[in-house]
């Protein structure tokens, strides 16, 4: 039950369809959908906790980090401060749960063994249907090719379908997946490809974002299917990509093929002879993929059996890269095989969501430690004997957000990545305790030593470890005071009775 001096604040979800009613989409592999939120407690920390749909206890992978201290002016009761820590979960939703509505509980376990139980809210579910009727010798040859459009370029779009067809690899076929784009560009698409049975179209009735609409299309990817290659809706590909990418594939054990790509602008002036003009190529790194994304979901084509693994897609607040999600779980299990031999030309226009930008501004490795003890030492003060509501308490937790909030999605997202695996695959590679086990402990070593080997190779990853690492050590240093404080605090209690 839940009691006055304990309030549970969830964040409003990624899938939310009004504020108590989460939505997921449930395919072949079942499917996952987003809690974070914050527990607090006036003496206790969170030991554990477990997710519920009705009696059912639900499988997650979920990061647990130390949140700032505040004042619960909502409560019944008068204001006091109660020790914050927040959550990012991606949680399973079995393949065999019926569609419709059900309710979702969470049982949080504190430190002193006592355990609360909160409704989170109604969960919508429904099923994702293939609604294919005219799909013919499909075998393990056959590639499909998987394309998210959301308001196409119509020139563009047009140069991207006529590359497709000139593949000289023919056994392929075109899943289209549009992420409700407005009647003329539906139109326009339906136009361009009527003429072609291999062009297979859906259209989604709410906008649903790229990461969701691509995990929607691999989920219609038939049973029978080889390969999954994805793509773009504005770039063009060479007659040789897909007999290349394949042929690669047949020949060794990895189970993703990337290639790299020149960059042209809308009028097919080239920019860049590579797409790695301002970073290193990570890409068979499985570490380092873990930290910054390596791979170009055009540049990708992958074996279907890869699909079991990936499939759902976990969700977490923020933004997420499918093709980050798909090249961290091929290079946990066979690697990946990588082709500097350019095969499309990426597009690079205005409305790019990611693409070649110039070099990026690298801040100094000592800005990130300095910010990180400037942290601590504004908590410190703060909640040591500063009302909540002072001006001083909200600039310290304004910093605080600023500066380590995207840190912190970042961490979670790599150990729910990690987790996820890991489930998925039954542990399969080892040494992946930095990324899976308690963030506040045993990783704290391997993310300095990461950091150290990124600082010494500046392009590698644009100090992706760096960030991780003094997030760490903000996070580290204010549990231990956080600690000391709730102990103390706990002495002055015995001590006045």
Known sequence: ??????????CEPILRVNKNVFLVQVGKCGGCFEVTCFSGHPTAELHAFNFFLGDKKLEACSSVFPASEHLDFESEVSPQRLYYQGIFASILVPSVTLSGRH?????????DGTNSTFFIGQLQVSRIEEKFTNLRNINCN??????????????????????IRQQ???????????DASPETDWQKLSEVTKMDPRFILFRNTVNLGFYENFELLLNRVPKEAGFVALADQDDNWYPEKLMDQVTRLRECKSLLSVSDCNVTDASGNRISDSFWMYRDNTVNDWKKTFFLNSVTGCCSLFKAELLEIV???????????HDHWIAC??????????????LLDYIQHGNNHTGLNSAPKVLPWWYFLLISFK????????????PGTSRAARRARCFEKEIFGYAHQELARQKVFACELKRRTNGKRRGMAEFTDDVLSSSVLFYLIETVSCLVRKRTTHYAEAHSFFCILYLTCYKKYKSIRSLRSLKRGFASR
């Open 375 to 386: 942290a601590v030492l504004l908590n410190s003060w703060v909640v040591s004997g500063l």
């Open 311 to 321: 499939l759902p897609f976990p969700k977490l607040s923020g933004l997420l890269y």
């Open 142 to 163: 056959t590639a499909i090719i998987c394309m998210a459009t959301y308001r196409p370029n119509h020139q563009l779009l047009d140069l991207q379908i006529k590359s």
């Open 168 to 178: 000289t690899y023919k056994n392929w076929i075109c899943i289209i997946q549009d």
């Open 1 to 10: 039950m839940t009691t006055p001096e304990m309030k549970l604040i969830f």
């Open 329 to 342: 779980a091929a290079n946990w299990n066979e690697g990946i095989k990588f082709n500097n031999l350019p």
């Open 103 to 111: 309710e979702v509980f969470v049982k949080l376990h504190w430190s």
